[in-house]
DNA sequence: AGACTCACTTGTCAAATGACAAGAAATCAT
DNA sequence: ATGATTTCTTGTCATTTGACAAGTGAGTCT
């Protein structure tokens, strides 16, 4: 198992020891999502606890008219499932899929379930994962409120420049909360704003 | 101790059996917090897990320019503490006040912890909490990106009508998202949407 | 009472963004 | 390859929202 990446990544937080590390990553089991293919479905409950090793991956609801609304964008050492309907066992309101081909390591709901029963060193390091997500989260809720779409886009750009390389405008248009021919143009702006 | 509410509180997830959840109770202070006064301060760390029994209070951070941005309002019933600061045990960016006289029942992050430690089902109980807080969040970030400012406003009159009794216009509109005057507008316009 | 502050409203204008549509460019299926 | 589909860009115009400033009213302090 070439799981060095997995094992670096639980002893991030500095609660979990090396060979510790080790032995909880020999329960994830290896998992390859093709590009465009689907990780998880509006209606299907996440069971899934993926640490992406490599690739790109998003996740996405639909508006009520329908559309298509980006709520994340996942890449290479990150863990993607549906929190709540994970934890909580219900129908997730969200799709998940590869931006691209993509490799990495899980373990269901209830191996996870397991672990942090019997590790509690992991049980921590799966709450720092949580609190982590939720603080990603107000950041952004706030860059949401106080920033200008621009900004935003720039902030993007230099936070998570490959997944602008991987994702369609569209997708990321709608993750920053705006239509996809306003992207266009802040595209356009930001090359062009010395000229003209 | 009249911490009927606490109690009430500790069993609605259904993991806490009645006779523990009045024994965790029995670990909390009561705690009263005056109009104004502040819960936390920004550069503080939130060491109080805060059972919020009676009154209402918000948390606000700075933006770059200097303005409040109201980042969440909480009622009777809800817990009270800033999440990052909390469990990572680094300064809060925010600040948590009180909108009106407000009581409740408080544990310190070593006493929660050690509840942590000792009562699986409270564990549980503090990860659904958690996990509810996060999707509540998600679920705001969407409605900021697919919802007009008159949409999110009658959203938060229906969902959380107390918070805008007892909140001032500028809090409420930072919260949307939005200007005061924009707010102002806006109820200007609900009322006589039909007049002229 | 009188002067102050604070919360809210309202007017005017500008800026940001959306809606819709057409066209160019890239990608995909057969 | 070729036609179809998707993706991205661009034009025009409407709508939403912001910036700024003035005004009203309620409460506060002395």
Redesign the interface.
């Known amino acids: 198992m070439a799981s060095e990446k997995l094992i670096q990544f639980l002893q991030s937080t500095g609660r979990i020891a090396p060979q510790q590390a080790r032995e909880i990553a020999g329960s994830f089991a290896s998992l390859r999502v093709g590009k465009n293919d689907f990780f998880l479905r509006a209606g299907k409950i996440s069971d899934e606890y993926f640490f992406l090793d490599t690739g790109f991956m998003r996740a996405f ?1 639909h ?2 008219a329908g559309d298509e ?1 980006t ?1 994340a964008f996942y890449g290479g050492g990150q863990v993607v499932f549906e ?2 309907s994970f ?2 066992r219900i129908p997730s309101q969200e799709n998940m899929q590869a931006l691209t081909d993509c490799t990495g390591w899980f373990i269901t709901f209830q191996e996870l379930n397991g672990l942090f ?1 019997s590790r ?1 060193e992991f ?1 921590e390091f799966g ?2 994962l ?2 982590k ?3 990603g ?2 950041s ?3 860059a ?3 920033e200008s779409a621009t900004e935003r886009y720039e902030r993007l750009l230099k936070e998570n420049p490959e997944v602008v390389q991987h994702a369609p405008l569209k997708s990321i248009a ?1 993750y920053l ?1 705006i239509t996809d021919s306003s992207l266009s143009r802040i595209r356009a702006g930001s090359k062009n704003s010395a000229l003209k």
Chains 1, 2 share one sequence.
């Open positions: 609801a508006n009520p609304v709520t929190v709540s934890f909580n029963h509690e049980r709450r720092s949580l609190v997500g939720y603080a989260l107000k952004r809720m706030l949401m409120i106080t709608s909360g």
